[in-house]
Structure formats: structure tokens, C-alpha cells
């Protein structure tokens, strides 16, 4: 049996629009002679432009996707001019220029507008993502043969020499009242690998990345310092080059910083502070897990809606993973350059865009005391660093 239902409503009333003065086109529009092909409301309510079943059309959706194409690509054209002013100022690292940039397009009024507006979903995205990117990156730099030729003892150290580390910077931060998570952040770039650090613990944290500028500045503004000034101290203190090797690794923040200080020694030393730096910077991933772990149970205990955040974030896997095919020995040295490259460029644009969301009236809420701590962090660093070089080469 067929039952014919029939509408209560007539067949001119207004819900329906009246037949002699409106039409349905194929799309299901209503015409009239003042409004061609302009959505009707739905007749028992709703947004015009969706189903009764909920659908969406394709200009909503093409309207919510296209706004990150500008930012992304903003972002991506950043690279160059950092690039250019790296090399133009050789002493001047690309991270840096990435920052600098972006503080700048973020403050000029006649670029700040666009940055606020229209570019802000594209950059806000490619601060996270590329961020990520560049993070599951590094693991190619790292082979676990070569960490475990430093020995168990030398190993010993410079777990304890990053705990000390990272405790002390804490602590200093903490008595310089610096706010929210910019201590722990400070703490995890300075003692461990600076900006990929901060990305990581962040993450692990779900801070958000707004709060994560000035920790990543004070990160590469020490790591640039220190460029210049260990190479100089190495020189006065007529330090061997081995030693000053494992000094720079042990004590400078980011990877590119310690090859550029290092460098400056010869071969040996550079060997030696590449090793070390990469030693340190394997404990990234059990420094994420163990931040994932108390955000976890903070968010049991504070009965948090919601899903809990990872134990490990999916990028950290992500390079854990790199580093054991890293170590296998497999990929040939052509791979690892240009994943190095790509490893920059992914972190230049992320930077910029972190940069960009930044303005100068936020700097000034933790500025002055947040430079003084990381000032304060960057000497009981280097002294560590220092002393364990002699230790290990006495």
C-alpha cells in the first residue's frame, strides 16, 4: 500500500513563496525578478545554503578552504629574503632572519593589516604544521651508532649535564616570574635543542603557538650570541680543539648554531660538537613523552572535557622513526643533504609566521625579565657545557 502525503501548507503560502510571483530553478533557488539566484530560507528554517539533511554546499566549503593558501604562502616566500640576508650577513643565522621578518611584517602598519587579516589563518597554520614537519626532520641528522661511540660514561654526562640544564634554567625562570609555560619552554630550547625543543614541548602541552614567540626567540637570539662569542672565549682560554668541540655541542642550542660555531675550529672540533649536540638531541622524544604524560593526568584530575592530549604526539614518533632509519645506514648522503635543506626551509617559513603573529606590546609584558633569564640560563649553560668538555678530555 502507497500513502500520499500531501504538504498542510497552501500551496501560495509564504513559506512555499507565492506561484505567481516565484519559481524553483534546478538548484532548488527561488526566482523572482529582483533576486535571480539568490538562496531562499529554507522553508522550516535553517541557514540558507544548507539541506534539510544537512548539507553544504561547495562555495561554503571552497570559502572556509582558500583562506590558507594566502598565509601559507606568505610564509613560503619569506624563505628567500631570510636566505638572502644570511648570506649578505653570514654571522646572521637563517632562523634569526626568519624572526625578525616576521616581527616586522607583524608591526609595520602598512603589512600588519594583512597579517592580521586575511594571511592570519595560513600563517597560524604553517607555524604548527611546518613546525612539525621540520621536527620529524631532524631525526635524519641523528644515527645512534655514532651517539654510542661517545661511551657509556660520556653519555652518562650529558643525560645528567641536560637535567641540570634544563632544572636550572626552570629555576631561574621561575625566580624571574616569567609567565605560564614560557619556563618550561625556556628550560626544554636552552637544555636540549632549542626551536624543535620549544615545538615539541609545546605541542606535548598544547600551549598555544602565540605563547611559544618569546621562548623561541630567546632560544635563537642566545644560539646567534653564541656563534661569536664561544669562539672567542675558546681562543682566550687556548682551549684544544676536540675540547671546544664538545663544549659547543654541549652548550649551544640548535643544531645549524652548532655546526656554525663549531666550525670555526677545524674538522675535529666540529665532529666532536656534532656528536654531542646529537646525544642531547635524542632526548628530545623522552622529554615530550614525559609532558604528555603530566598533561595527561592534569587533565584526568581537572575532570577536563574533551579528549586527552597524546602521550607522545604523532610527531615525535614521526622522528624517533627518521632516527632509526637513520641509523640503519641506508639513505645515501644525497637524501640527508637535501632532507637537511628541506629541514631548514620548513623551519625559516615556520618561524616567520611564528614571528608574524607576534607584536611588539607583548614583548614588553615579560620582555625585559624574560631577556635577564635567558641571559642568566645561556651562562649557567655554557659554564656546564664547559665543564664537562674538560671532563671528557682531561
Known amino acids: ?100 621578518l616576521g616581527l616586522l611584517a607583524g608591526n609595520l602598519p602598512w603589512i600588519s593589516r594583512a597579517v592580521a587579516g586575511p594571511l592570519k589563518p595560513g600563517l597560524s597554520t604553517a607555524a604548527r604544521t611546518l613546525m612539525r614537519a621540520g621536527i620529524v626532520l631532524l631525526g635524519l641528522k641523528v644515527s645512534l651508532v655514532d651517539i654510542a661511540g661517545l661511551g657509556g660514561p660520556a653519555l652518562l654526562l650529558i643525560v645528567v649535564l641536560v637535567a641540570v640544564a634544563f632544572a636550572g634554567t626552570y629555576w631561574v625562570c621561575r625566580a624571574f616570574r616569567l609567565p ?81 660555531t663549531a666550525q670555526t675550529a677545524g674538522t675535529a672540533a666540529l665532529a666532536a660538537a656534532v656528536v654531542v649536540k646529537l646525544a642531547r638531541v635524542v632526548l628530545l622524544a623522552p622529554l615530550a613523552a614525559g609532558a604528555g604524560l603530566l598533561a595527561r593526568r592534569t587533565a584526568r584530575g581537572q575532570d577536563a572535557p574533551g579528549k586527552l592530549p597524546p602521550l607522545v604526539p604523532l610527531f615525535v614518533l614521526g622522528f624517533l622513526a627518521l632516527i632509526a632509519v637513520r641509523t640503519t645506514g641506508v639513505l645515501p648522503d644525497s637524501v640527508l643533504t637535501a632532507a637537511a635543506a628541506v629541514q631548514e626551509v620548513l623551519f625559516t617559513a615556520a618561524l616567520f609566521a611564528l614571528g608574524a603573529g607576534v607584536r611588539f606590546r607583548m614583548l614588553f609584558v615579560s620582555g625585559a625579565r624574560a631577556l635577564a633569564a635567558a641571559l642568566v640560563s645561556w651562562f649557567l649553560i655554557g659554564a656546564l657545557g664547559l665543564a664537562l668538555a674538560v671532563l671528557l678530555t682531561r
Open 180 to 260: 605560564g609555560e614560557e619556563p618550561l619552554l625556556i628550560a626544554s630550547g636552552f637544555s636540549i635543542c632549542g626551536v624543535s625543543a620549544v615545538g615539541a614541548m609545546a605541542a606535548a602541552r598544547r600551549v598555544r603557538h602565540e605563547d611559544t614567540v618569546v621562548p623561541i626567540a630567546l632560544v635563537t637570539l642566545c644560539g646567534t650570541l653564541a656563534i661569536g662569542a664561544l669562539p672567542l672565549l675558546a681562543s682566550l682560554l687556548d682551549l684544544p680543539a676536540e675540547t671546544f668541540g664538545i663544549w659547543a655541542g654541549a652548550s649551544v642550542h640548535d643544531v645549524g648554531q652548532v655546526v656554525a
Open 1 to 100: 500500500m502507497f500513502l500520499t502525503v500531501t504538504s498542510a501548507l497552501p500551496v501560495d503560502s509564504p513559506a512555499y513563496g507565492s506561484r505567481s510571483r516565484k519559481h524553483r530553478n534546478d538548484h532548488g533557488q527561488f526566482r523572482t525578478g529582483k533576486n535571480v539566484g539568490r538562496l531562499a530560507r529554507p522553508p522550516f528554517g535553517g541557514t540558507p545554503g544548507v539541506g534539510q539533511g544537512g548539507t553544504v554546499n561547495s562555495t561554503p566549503l571552497r570559502q572556509r578552504s582558500t583562506p590558507l593558501l594566502p598565509g601559507l604562502l606568505a610564509a613560503a616566500a619569506a624563505v628567500l629574503p631570510a636566505y638572502l640576508l644570511h648570506r649578505f650577513l653570514p654571522g646572521l643565522p637563517m632562523l634569526t632572519a626568519a624572526v625578525v
